[in-house]
């Protein structure tokens, strides 16, 4: 997440992961506050678990601290939130959601608003040496005040 100087709000707050695994910004726009989260996760599912552990409790303490439950999360978890759409091919038979993802999404009462506009897309999903994640997002009312853009972290690897 990269703010320029054209960012139409001002950063109130931010806090960090020691290891640099997940930052959040609180951040004002239109005298409302809005909670940024950017996601790094590992490779190692027992070391996600922690980071996920540390970022809830970190992102509902500035829900309180802040009093909002806008809250945009992205980044790359190194995870997929349906291992059997968003595999390809599927680790599974039918859908099954990634239990550390669930948690982080119900902590704060989270959407993937990527999926809820494209249920059935496989643009956004895990092949090979593609990662692709989604926005996750508080609610689709959330983006009207000001125009955000969602940019392809990576390329497949044969469009590079």
Known sequence: MILFNRFPGKVIDHT??????????????????????????????????????????????????????????GGDF????????????????????????????????LIDYWRVKNPGSLRFSWFHCILLLPVLSTSPLLLSPFCMAVMLLYQSCSES
């Open 78 to 109: 190194n995870l997929v939130p349906d291992l059997w759409l968003d595999r390809n091919p599927p680790k599974v038979k039918y859908h099954k959601y990634d239990d550390l993802l669930a948690e982080l999404m119900n902590s704060a009462n």
């Open 16 to 73: 960090s992961d020691i290891n640099g695994h997940w930052l959040i910004v609180i951040t004002e726009i239109n005298d409302e506050n809005f909670i940024l989260v950017c996601v790094y996760g590992y490779n190692e599912r027992g070391k996600n678990k922690m980071v996920i552990s540390d970022l809830c409790k970190h992102i509902t303490d500035s829900m309180h601290a802040y009093s909002t439950n806008k809250i945009i999360v």
